[in-house]
């Protein structure tokens, strides 16, 4: 099994990340919607979901939301916010969700870059545009692999929820590893976190043949201009032109 599926469908997953900052989410949320000024009809996916915050605060605002995630227990929780403008469905960005559907695609939080093949990573982008209408734009949220290359904490330690969670990371191959070691109720687990070090070149590598531009590159929440060495985010835009 992928590292990914086993470790998104463990409690443990939910509990060592429990402290993300909401706020922050939405204020990114908002930035974006402004950025945009989206018509209040607009069609988003979220792509790899999670549990559903963005999705949920979206729809909140009042826009038609679709969230996919390979994950069936965060999709088990997500369903309790469905409504007539609100779903969720398990499915794996590898395969073809639909085709034209939506104005937006939105891949939050570095939920990209953990298969193993390069053709997979090709594939995922492809599904995204194939499922955006002409002129439908596309916004993935990553880190930037050159700030976490040169500012990377080798060693971390957390207590959550009584859980000594001990974290190490280490650059290998051209992929952030983060080995993930605990003991909870007598019982000792381990998961890796594998993210590949994807560059702005990989995204447009990926994205370019798909018929997309980009148009707008961003470093932080706050939608600030993107610097190769010093953001901290590499968030892009780009829009459907062919």
Same mark, same amino acid.
């Given at each position: ?14 509990? +060592?990340?429990?402290?993300?900052? !909401?706020?922050?989410? !939405? ?9 945009? *000024?989206?018509?209040? *009809?607009? /069609? ?7 549990? #559903?915050?963005?999705s949920v605060y979206l729809?909140?605002? #009042? ?31 590898? *395969? ?10 939105? *891949? ?24 955006? $209408? ?5 916004? &993935?949220?990553?880190?930037?692999s050159n700030y976490v ?20 990371? /280490?650059?290998?191959?051209?992929? +952030?590893? $983060? ?14 976190e594998k993210v590949a ?7 447009? /590598?990926? +994205?370019?043949?798909? #018929?997309?531009? &980009? ?20 968030? &892009? ?6």
């Amino acid at each position: 099994m992928s590292w990914f599926k086993s470790w998104f469908n463990s409690p443990y997953y939910h509990i +060592l990340y429990k402290h993300r900052d !909401e706020r922050e989410a !939405e204020i990114f949320l908002d930035h974006l919607i402004a950025y945009f *000024n989206p018509h209040p *009809n607009a /069609r988003i996916l979220d792509l790899a979901c999670g549990k #559903g915050r963005h999705s949920v605060y979206l729809n909140e605002k #009042g826009f038609e939301v679709t969230g996919i995630d390979l994950s069936e227990e965060s999709i088990q929780f997500c369903r309790q916010f469905e409504n007539d403008r609100l779903s969720f469905f398990v499915h794996d960005m590898r *395969n073809l969700f639909r085709v034209n559907d939506f104005d937006f695609v939105f *891949n939050l939080f570095t939920s990209f870059g953990y298969f193993e093949k390069e053709s997979e990573n090709v594939a995922a982008i492809k599904n995204a545009c194939l499922s955006l $209408k002409k002129g439908g734009k596309i916004v &993935i949220d990553f880190f930037n692999s050159n700030y976490v290359a040169e500012h990377l904490v080798a060693h971390d330690k957390r207590e959550i929820n009584g859980i000594i969670f001990n974290l190490s990371k /280490r650059i290998e191959n051209g992929f +952030l590893l $983060k080995e993930i070691n605990f003991t909870d109720q007598g019982e000792v687990f381990q998961f890796t976190e594998k993210v590949a070090l994807l560059s702005l070149h990989d995204f447009e /590598r990926y +994205l370019l043949p798909c #018929g997309m531009q &980009i148009s707008g590159l961003f470093g932080d929440y706050d939608l600030n201009e993107f610097d190769p060495a010093n953001s901290q985010r590499l968030i &892009i835009v780009t829009e459907k032109i062919l």
